[in-house]
């Protein structure tokens, strides 16, 4: 599955469910922007310019209404399997989490910043789950040294759904 993001104002990017009533697209505000996220088949985007990935593990459903998250981990081009491999072993008990919704882990098709998105009914939920001991081992929080396969530190955007019609 090929998944599209991109990034710009609200009235630009809201005529794009007009002009594409087939897609089911996922409409986000955070940090004084509009996101929209597609999932697809198809192997080429809608968007003039925009990030393109495979989506390589899915958990869930994306809803319209919810708290998005994405971890952007810049990655290595050697470390991308390692990367990978480490993400498939690791436990991932995060679908069972009151307020969890769709969980994405994302491969660029075109840059090194691979994209670890969950998406939850609400911030509360995402915090929830955060503060709880599962995260804090899956995340392996008393260690502070970044894997060699880093190409940079990582960082977290996050979104809340909007409806393009409101």
Known sequence: MNAFMTKGTFDFLKNLKDKHPDLDLFYMNGDGST????????????FASGRDFEAIIEKGQLKKKGYVVMNNIPVTDEGRAVFEENFRNRQQ????FAGFQAFRLLRPKKSNQYVVLTQWASKEDFEAWKNSD??????????VKQPAYFADRPFITSYHMIDPNE
Do not use: R, T
Not at 136 to 143: I, P, Q, T
């Open 35 to 46: 996101l929209v996220y597609y999932e697809s088949d198809q192997k080429k985007s809608i």
């Open 93 to 96: 008990h995060v679908d069972s």
């Open 134 to 143: 599962q995260f804090k081992k899956a995340h392996n929080k008393g260690n």
